[in-house]
C-alpha cells in the first residue's frame, strides 16, 4: 500500500456539507468540523448519565475480557488481555447505552453535523488497559467495513477522563476530504492507512465530553502509560439507507451490499430532522 492510496471503491467522492441550521453546535463549530473533519465537545453528559452508563460497560467488560483470556495468545482479532477490549452492540443489552443513544445531545449532533434521516449503524466499547501499552494505528473508520455513502458520524465519549498519558484520539486535521483510503493490517494492532501524520493533533477529552469525527478522518490512539483503565463508549450514525459492500477490493468491485437496518441495533434515530424513540 502507498502511504495515502485511495481505496479502490472510493473512485468518485465528494465530501457533503449541509445546508441546515444547527440544533446544538454553533455555526463555527459546524464549519470547523466540515473544514478539519473533527471537533471536541466537552460536558455533553451530565456525570449521573456517565455514571449509569458506565456500571452497565464495566459489566459487559469484564465479561469479553475474561472470553478473550481464554482464547489462544489471550487475543481475539484485535482485542488483547490486558492491552485493549473491544465489545460491540451494547443497546441491545443495556437500557442506560440504549437511551444515550437516542438522547438529545446525540440526535443533536446527528442533525448537525450528519442530516435529517439517521440510523445508529454501529456502537461498541474500547477499554484501553494499562497492563501492556499498545498504540491504536492511524486509520479510518470506513476502512473497516466500507460503508456506502462513505461520510458517516463517529461520536467517542469519553467514561473517563482521556488524556494523551492514557491514551486519547490523536487526529489527522483536514485529511478527511478524500474519502477512504487504502488501509493494511499491521500484526496485531489492526488496520492502518499511513504510519504518521505530519499535523497530528492530540485531542484529549475530560469524561462525559466527546471527539465527534467523521468515518473519513484519520485517527489514531496512543499507549495508556497510566495505571488505570481509559474507557470509552463508541457510537456511530450513518444515513438512512446506508449500506456495507462486501467483496475482495484487490480483486475487483464489491460483491453484494447489505443495508444497515437491525431493527434491534441499528434503529432510526432522526426521521426529516425529528427525533424519535426512547429519549423522545
Known amino acids: 500500500m502507498t502511504a495515502g492510496a485511495l481505496h479502490p471503491w472510493n473512485t468518485s467522492f465528494e465530501w457533503r456539507r449541509l445546508g441546515i441550521e444547527p440544533r ?53 482479532v484485535i482485542s488483547e488481555s490486558g ?22 445531545p ?7 453535523l450528519l442530516g435529517l434521516d439517521v440510523r445508529l449503524y ?10 501492556k501499552p499498545r498504540e491504536f494505528p492511524w486509520h479510518q473508520d470506513n476502512g473497516y467495513a466500507y460503508v456506502d455513502p462513505q461520510q458517516y458520524l463517529t461520536i467517542w465519549l469519553a467514561l473517563t477522563d482521556a488524556t494523551i498519558d492514557n491514551g486519547c484520539p490523536w487526529v489527522a486535521p483536514a485529511a478527511h476530504t478524500r474519502g477512504t483510503l487504502a488501509h493494511r493490517y499491521v500484526h496485531p494492532l489492526g488496520l492502518s492507512c499511513f504510519d504518521d501524520h505530519p499535523d497530528a493533533t492530540a485531542a484529549p477529552v475530560r469524561a462525559g465530553g466527546a471527539v465527534v469525527f467523521s468515518s473519513l478522518t ?17 457510537l456511530q450514525y450513518a444515513p438512512d439507507g446506508a449500506e456495507v459492500l462486501h467483496g475482495d477490493p484487490a480483486v475487483g468491485p464489491p460483491t453484494d451490499r447489505a443495508t444497515q437496518d437491525d431493527p434491534a ?7 426529516n430532522g425529528a427525533p424519535i424513540g426512547v429519549a423522545e
Request: hydrophobic share 35%; charged share 30%; aromatic share 8%.
Open 24 to 76: 446544538r453546535l454553533t455555526s463555527d463549530q459546524v464549519e470547523s468540523f466540515h473544514r478539519t473533519g473533527w471537533l471536541v465537545v466537552e460536558d455533553l453528559f451530565e456525570q449521573a448519565m456517565v455514571t449509569d452508563l458506565t456500571a452497565d460497560l464495566d459489566t459487559i467488560e469484564e465479561e469479553a475480557a475474561a472470553f478473550v483470556r481464554a482464547q489462544p495468545d489471550s487475543r481475539l
Open 83 to 104: 492491552a485493549i477490549t473491544f465489545a460491540p452492540h451494547l443497546v441491545p443489552r443495556s437500557a442506560a447505552a440504549r437511551r444515550l443513544s437516542e438522547s438529545p
Open 106 to 112: 446525540i440526535t443533536d449532533l446527528c442533525h448537525d
Open 122 to 131: 454501529w456502537d461498541q466499547l474500547v477499554y484501553k488497559h494499562p497492563d
Open 218 to 234: 484519520p485517527h489514531r490512539t496512543g499507549p495508556n502509560t497510566t495505571d488505570s483503565t481509559r474507557k470509552t463508549y463508541i
Open 265 to 271: 441495533r441499528q434503529y432510526e434515530v432522526l426521521r
